[in-house]
C-alpha cells in the first residue's frame, strides 16, 4: 500500500477551522465502521457527480450520521474508493471554530472566502464535512452581512467544492428545505435506524474499544441484551446509540464496584440492571425475595382490600405474567374495568396495588374522568394541537407516562367521560403506543390501566349493567355481524395442530389465526364473504381449510 501522506492537501486555514478524519482513520484514533455499506456506496457515487456533488445524511440523531463520513475516510485511506475519490482528504469543518472570534463586519466572509479558496485549489482532493448541516443558515449573518449558506452556494452548484452534510430530518424541514436554492444543491442519502440484529454486528465491532477503554469483557448475551432491551424498553433516542450507551454506562458500573478485578466480564444481567434503573421497568432477573412477594400478592391486597377476591386474583396473575415475561411485549401489562356500585371498594384496590407492587401511591397516574365531559377535554390527555394555547406543555397523560413508563394508571368514573376520549383508550389497549400533540410517541407497554365505572347500579342496587355497557361502550367484537359454525373435522384439527400441554393454549392460539382467522379475512378480501353472512369452515378430503356461505 502506498504510504498516505499526511496532510497532503489540507492547508493550514483548513486544519484551523477543522479536523483531518484522513489523518485520523491513518492513525487509528477513529471507531471501526459496521455495517453502512450501502449509505457509504451512494455517498461515494454522489461525490463522483460533476456537478452537485454534495451528498447530505439524513437521519434519527443516533443511528449513525457521523460515522458514514468516518467510513468513507476508513474506505480512502484502504484505497477502498473510485479512482475518482483516491488520495482525498476529508476535513470536518467545525462552524464555531469559523464563528468565533469574527468581532467585525467582513471577519466572518474573509473567513468563508479563504477556505473556499484553499479547498478550490485542491482540484476536488477535498471533501468537506459539516455535521448538523442546518447551522450553515444564518451563520455569520448579522447587520444584512452573508450567512455560510450563501456565501457557499455558487461553488455548490459549480461543483468546484465537494461537502458531505449531516442533519436530522426535523432541522432539515425546518431550515433547510425553506432555502430551495440551498435545499437543490445537496442530494439526500437516508440513514435509517438499524435493526436489532444489525446493532449487534456493530456492538461485536465496537466492543474491542470499550474494553480497553473499561478494563473489562463483554459477554456476547450482554450485547444481544443491550441491543433487544434498548429497543424495547428505552423508548427515547434510536439504535445503535442507544445500545452503545448501555453497554458504556455497565463497564463505568463494573469499575465503581469492581475496583480491585481486573478480569470483570460484563454479562446480560448486568444490562438488565442499568437499563431498569435507566428507566424504572423492573427488568432484571427475579430474585428470590421478590419472587415470594409476588406469589403472596393476592395475601397482601386482600388484608388492604376485603372481599373482593376475584379482582385481586386477576391483578396479582396479570403482575406475575408481566414480571416473568409471560406476556405479549406489543400490550399494555393488563387492562382492567371495575364495575360495581359505589363504596365497594374499587378505587381502593387501585391504591393498594400502587403501594404493594409499585413502592407507593405516588406511582399512581390518576384521572377524574369527570374533568373530561367535554369532547375538547381530549386535548388535555395528549396535548393541544400546533397552533393552539397549551401545545408546548404536552398531555397530561402522555408526559406522565414518558417520564414514568412503568406505572398504573387509573380512569375513575369512566362513564362520565366523553365519547370521543374512549378513541384514545382504544388505541393504548390494542398498541400500547399514543401520539401525543407534538407527534411524538408514547410508549404504553409497561403500564397497568384500570377504569372504574359504577354503570347499571342504581339507587336500589340492580346489576344489569352488561345492558348500561352495550350503550356506553363501542362493542368492537361484533362489527361485521357474522354467524360461524365448524365442522367437527375442523375442531380436531385445531386441536391437533394447536395442543401442546408444555405451551398450553398459545399454539391453539396461533392454529385458530393461522387456519381460521388468515382464511376468512382472505375470504372477506375477496368478496367471498358479505357482512350479516352465515360461514361455514370445513376441510376438504386433501385436508384444505374449505368456507361455504349462506
Known amino acids: 500500500m502506498e504510504k498516505f501522506e499526511k496532510n497532503s492537501f489540507a492547508s493550514h486555514t483548513l486544519l484551523k477551522y477543522g479536523n483531518d478524519l484522513t489523518q485520523m482513520a491513518k492513525e487509528g484514533k477513529l471507531d471501526p465502521v459496521i455495517g453502512r455499506s450501502k449509505e457509504i456506496e451512494r455517498v461515494q ?10 451528498p447530505c445524511l439524513l437521519g434519527d440523531p443516533g443511528v449513525g450520521k457521523t460515522v458514514i463520513a468516518e467510513g468513507l475516510a476508513q474506505c480512502i485511506v484502504n484505497k477502498t474508493v473510485p479512482l475518482k475519490l483516491q488520495g482525498n482528504t476529508v476535513i470536518a469543518l467545525e462552524m464555531g471554530r469559523l464563528v468565533a472570534g469574527t468581532t467585525y463586519r467582513g471577519d466572518f466572509e474573509e473567513r468563508m472566502v479563504d477556505l473556499i479558496e484553499e479547498v478550490k485549489k485542491s482540484n476536488g482532493k477535498i471533501i468537506l464535512f459539516i455535521d448538523e448541516l442546518h447551522t450553515l443558515i444564518g451563520a455569520g449573518s448579522s447587520s444584512r452581512a452573508l450567512d455560510a449558506a450563501n456565501i457557499l452556494k455558487p461553488a455548490l452548484a459549480r461543483g468546484e467544492i465537494k461537502c ?3 442533519t436530522t430530518v426535523n432541522e432539515y424541514r425546518k431550515y433547510i428545505k425553506k432555502d430551495p436554492a440551498l435545499q437543490r444543491r445537496f442530494q439526500t442519502v437516508d440513514v435509517p435506524e438499524p ?3 444489525e446493532a449487534i454486528e456493530i456492538l461485536k465491532g465496537l466492543v474491542i474499544k470499550y ?5 473489562v469483557t463483554y459477554e456476547y448475551d450482554a450485547l444481544v441484551a443491550a441491543s433487544a432491551l434498548s429497543k424495547q424498553y428505552i423508548s427515547d433516542g434510536f439504535l445503535p446509540d442507544k445500545a452503545i450507551d448501555v453497554i458504556d454506562e455497565a463497564g463505568a458500573k463494573a469499575q465503581l464496584t469492581e475496583i480491585q478485578d481486573s478480569c470483570k466480564k460484563i454479562t ?12 424504572g421497568i423492573p427488568i432484571e432477573t427475579v430474585s428470590q425475595e421478590e419472587a415470594e412477594k409476588l406469589l403472596k400478592l393476592e395475601e397482601a391486597l386482600q388484608k388492604k382490600v376485603v372481599g373482593q377476591h376475584e379482582a385481586v ?24 374495568l371495575f364495575i360495581g356500585p359505589t363504596g365497594v371498594g374499587k378505587t381502593e384496590l387501585v391504591k393498594a396495588l400502587a403501594v404493594e407492587y409499585f413502592g407507593s401511591k405516588e406511582a399512581m397516574i390518576r384521572f377524574d374522568m369527570s374533568e373530561f365531559m367535554e369532547r375538547h377535554t381530549v386535548s388535555k390527555l395528549i396535548g393541544s394541537p400546533p397552533g393552539y394555547i ?17 406505572s398504573l394508571i387509573l380512569f375513575d368514573e369512566i362513564e362520565k367521560a366523553h365519547t370521543d376520549v374512549f378513541n384514545v383508550f382504544l388505541q393504548i389497549m390494542d398498541d400500547a403506543r399514543l401520539t401525543d400533540g407534538k407527534g411524538q410517541v408514547v410508549d404504553f407497554k409497561n403500564t397497568v390501566i384500570i377504569m372504574t365505572s359504577n354503570l347499571g347500579f342504581g339507587s336500589q342496587g340492580n346489576s344489569n349493567f352488561a345492558a348500561e355497557l352495550k350503550r356506553n361502550f363501542r362493542d368492537e367484537l361484533e362489527k361485521k355481524k357474522m354467524k360461524l359454525n365448524m365442522s367437527d373435522r375442523f375442531k380436531r384439527k385445531l386441536v391437533e395442530e394447536g395442543y401442546n400441554s408444555r405451551y398450553g393454549a398459545r399454539p391453539l392460539k396461533r392454529a385458530i389465526t393461522r387456519l381460521l382467522e388468515d382464511t376468512l379475512a382472505d375470504k372477506i378480501l375477496e368478496g367471498f364473504i358479505a357482512e350479516g353472512s352465515h360461514v361455514y369452515v370445513d376441510l376438504d378430503d386433501d385436508g384444505e381449510v374449505i368456507i361455504a356461505t349462506s
Open 268 to 279: 446480560a444481567t448486568d444490562i438488565h440492571l442499568i437499563i431498569s434503573i435507566k428507566t
Open 45 to 54: 457515487q454522489i461525490l463522483c457527480k460533476r456537478r452537485k456533488n454534495n
Open 195 to 197: 435493526t436489532v440484529d
Open 390 to 406: 397549551g401545545h408546548d406543555d404536552g398531555g397530561q397523560l402522555t408526559e406522565a407516562v414518558r417520564r414514568h413508563p412503568h
Open 313 to 336: 386474583e386477576v391483578i396479582s396473575k396479570a403482575i406475575r405474567r408481566a414480571r416473568t415475561g409471560m406476556r405479549d411485549p406489543e400490550k399494555p401489562t393488563a387492562c382492567f
Open 211 to 215: 474494553e480497553k477503554f473499561h478494563g
Open 164 to 166: 458531505l452534510g449531516a
